[in-house]
């Protein structure tokens, strides 16, 4: 993988940005063997056409990226990647007129462009490289960059080599490397510390469940940021069809996700004290698993009736999360692949979420749009709040009628988070179902860029 910027003053290419609109008058301009060049090669300024136009002496002499028309630019993102891959070996620049938002875009989805999963095969990065464009924060983008790698890398490793054990050693990995703290209760230990619900959804596999913990940063406001890890998901009793199956590698999205933001945040060295919390369990099938019917009490004392096994990602966050809100920190923030229904709602490309503060919600649709990371504000709704509560326990993790998941789910998070007053939550879905610009098919992040972008409002950075 190549995720990081050429120096500042290597010696480079131009690579001028056209648009459809203008191409015309770009090409009155132009001496005559480039019109000629450009004409015989058909290059128009549509949408991702990559260009490279010969000097005098048959050398590249500068290369032309198609940006097409502002309608078309705006159904997509990270158009420039595309170039990345189309352009020979060398080192470019950009030339052409783009707002600071839209540059840092541009330069970012060129360093996304770079990265490939090659764990398991050869997948040869692309070799051209870019210089940092003037006004861009380049440690910024190079940082995020790095923070996305490790969330893609994360998903993309099938469960046979990322279970809750590798996950750890992930984790661990990520500690060591920034210098944060970090501890692991696993297996029976998690019912001597009081974390019952990881530890019933993690009983029945092979593999221990366990809960990570990790804590950066020494001064500055308080961040806690809970990811699900549920590294496989067979349902359990209420068993998956094969169909439903095939893609549970990714259901520890929510864990990868808040890994790559930690990453990201702590490389940045943002003047924050960082907490991270990672329930990491295989829900799997065997005598020891957890039963529909069961009423399981949770580590707050609430009692959970268990109305289907295959919605136990609420459980191991509700343990996690009731951890987290006995500090009281400025803000929780929960990730989590959680619901069919987000899906069904947004698509895959958006990332809904809920709040309980209306600045966090406007801080984030802001971040979302600098940060060109869709996001959408779900409610809270509380006249649901009844469709959670089956009458023998204290909350129904699965409410029957098939409505409304998505916030009847994020609705039986909140009863575990009450001291914090600022509590958000994403159900994302953690993976790219068609390749696009700087966005392989597979594991991608979500979420985490745009409350990147809304932290220094939402903690006083």
């Known amino acids: 993988m190549s995720l990081t910027f050429a120096p500042d003053d290597a010696p480079s290419i131009p690579l001028v940005l056209i648009d459809s609109d203008s191409f015309d008058a770009w090409t009155e301009d132009q001496p005559a063997h480039v019109k000629s060049w450009v004409n015989a090669m058909g290059f128009t300024g549509k949408l991702g056409a990559t260009l490279v136009i010969p000097d005098k002496a048959g050398s590249p002499g500068f290369a032309v990226f198609g940006m097409g028309t502002p309608a078309q630019r705006a159904r997509g993102r990270f158009h420039l990647g595309a170039a990345r891959a189309a352009l020979p070996e060398g080192t470019y620049h950009i030339e052409g007129e783009l707002g600071p938002d839209d540059m840092a875009e541009a330069a970012l989805g060129w360093l996304l462009a770079g990265y490939r999963f090659d764990r398991y095969r050869g997948n040869s990065a692309p070799k051209a490289m870019l210089r940092p464009p003037v006004g861009v924060d380049a440690k910024r983008l190079e940082a995020i960059a790095a923070g996305e790698a490790l969330t893609r890398d994360l998903i993309n490793t099938p469960a046979s080599d990322m279970g809750p054990g590798e ?6 990995k990520l500690a060591s490397e920034f210098g944060a703290e970090s501890t692991v209760i696993r297996g029976e230990e998690l019912l001597s ?4 619900m990881i530890h019933a959804v993690g009983r029945a596999s092979t593999r221990a469940p366990r809960l990570l913990d990790m804590r950066w940063g020494t001064e500055g406001p308080t961040l806690t940021l809970v ?3 549920v590294c496989f998901d067979t349902g359990g009793l209420d068993i998956k069809p ?6 549970m590698k990714k259901d520890m999205g929510g864990a990868a996700t808040v890994l790559g ?6 490389a940045l060295g943002l003047k924050l004290r960082l907490r991270v919390l990672v329930p990491a369990v295989e829900n799997a099938i065997s005598g020891s698993a957890f039963r529909p019917g069961d009423i399981l009490t949770s580590r707050k004392g609430l009692t959970v009736e268990i109305n289907n096994t295959d919605a136990e990602g609420r459980l191991v966050l509700a343990d996690a ?8 920190p400025d803000l929780i923030v929960s990730m989590a692949t959680l619901t069919g229904a987000a899906r069904v709602a947004v698509g895959p490309d958006l990332a809904p979420f809920f709040t309980t503060d209306a600045g966090v919600a406007n801080a984030l649709r802001a971040g979302a749009e600098t940060a060109r990371d869709p996001v959408w504000e779900l409610p809270f709704h509380a006249p649901y709040e009844k469709m959670i509560e089956p009458g023998i326990a204290d909350l129904d993790n699965a409410p029957s009628g098939g409505m409304a998941g998505a916030i009847t789910a994020a609705l039986f998070l909140r009863r575990f988070v009450e001291a914090t007053p600022r509590y958000t939550h994403f159900d994302i879905y953690g993976w790219q179902p068609i390749a696009a ?6 594991g991608a992040g979500q979420g985490a860029r745009a409350l990147l972008d809304a932290l220094p409002d939402l903690l006083g950075l």
């Not at 510390?193 to 019952?196: A, G, Q, V, Y």
């Not at 094969?242 to 893609?247: D, N």
């Not at 933001?261 to 702590?266: K, S």
């Open 167 to 172: 996950l750890e050693d992930a984790f661990q």
């Open 437 to 442: 610009p700087s966005r392989p098919k597979g």
């Open 193 to 196: 510390k009081n974390f019952p």
């Open 227 to 229: 990811g699900k890890g």
């Open 321 to 328: 999360l009731a951890l987290a809100d006995e500090e009281k």
């Open 261 to 266: 933001l930690a990453r990201t945040i702590m």
């Open 242 to 247: 094969a169909a439903s199956m095939g893609l």
